[in-house]
């Protein structure tokens, strides 16, 4: 038997119907537009496409969307006053700096210069200490989606056996906070844990966020197990054409998992959708709205 293809394409469509529905709404009964400003820094050419396709998908949401490119050779206190000057403007109600930042540029600093309740990013210190302690919280984009994909094959977590393969700030730890959110069991492993397949043979959720290609076998997998690939990887060209892989080796997976996340789309389509809910509840939060419905 194989297993189902998790429709990220479909579902990240569907919640930016929601979104948008919501946006009318909120235009219309509390005359509040949300407005996102993206900040990229330099020419790095997948975030340009990231960064274009947040544009896009703000306007056609609905909202706002304010775009700010600057030069790889930007000091960082120009960037710190454009930061100060998005916390200051009514206008704004999210604030996203395209990561990676070029090296000259102190990330944690740029980070921590965003107002908290406009950080659409979740990676303030302040919204990540808030969703640790498991307060409400800005939460990070792609372990959102992770969920919401999760939760299309499982109607509740709780009690499941989730291992999260990788820790970094942007999506491994705060899934691991999501995922204890839901009541799930979470195994946190990365690389210097040790015998990562036994690891994974008890988990019915498996989430790879690594950065390696295909570095997760299908022979890992439990029978029956879920499988969320937040590996984007481009693999040089064949016959002219670029591959992109995840950190899942797909066609093994395939035929041991329950339900499995392609790559592409999959999680990459949840990110985008993620951050205009996260938009439009950060808007509301600022005017002391209720939480919109999404
Ligand atoms: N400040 C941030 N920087 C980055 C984030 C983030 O959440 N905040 N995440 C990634 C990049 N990213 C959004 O910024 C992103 C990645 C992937 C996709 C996506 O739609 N992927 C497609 C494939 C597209 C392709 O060909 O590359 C898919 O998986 O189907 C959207 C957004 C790093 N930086």
Redesign the pocket.
Known sequence: MTARIID?KLIASELRARVAAEVVRVKRENGLTPGLAVVLVGSDP??Q??VR?KHKQTQEAGMASFEHVLPADVAQDDLLALIAKLNRDPAVHGI?????LPKSLHTETIINAIDPAKDV?GLHPSNAGRLAGGFAALS???PLGCIILTKSVHASLAGLNAIVIGRSN?VGRPLVQLLLNENATVTIAHSRSRDLPKLCARADLVYAAVGKPEMVRGDWIKPGATVIDVG?NRLPALEGKTR?VGDVAFAEALAVAGAITP???????M??ACLLVNTLRAACAIHGLPAPAV
């Not at 790559?263 to 389509?269: A, E, H, S, T």
């Open positions: 990220g997948a975030s496409v990231y396709s996203l700096v395209q990561l990676p990013d990070p984009c792609t942007l984007i992109l790559v592409p789309g999959g999680v990459g389509q990110t985008v």
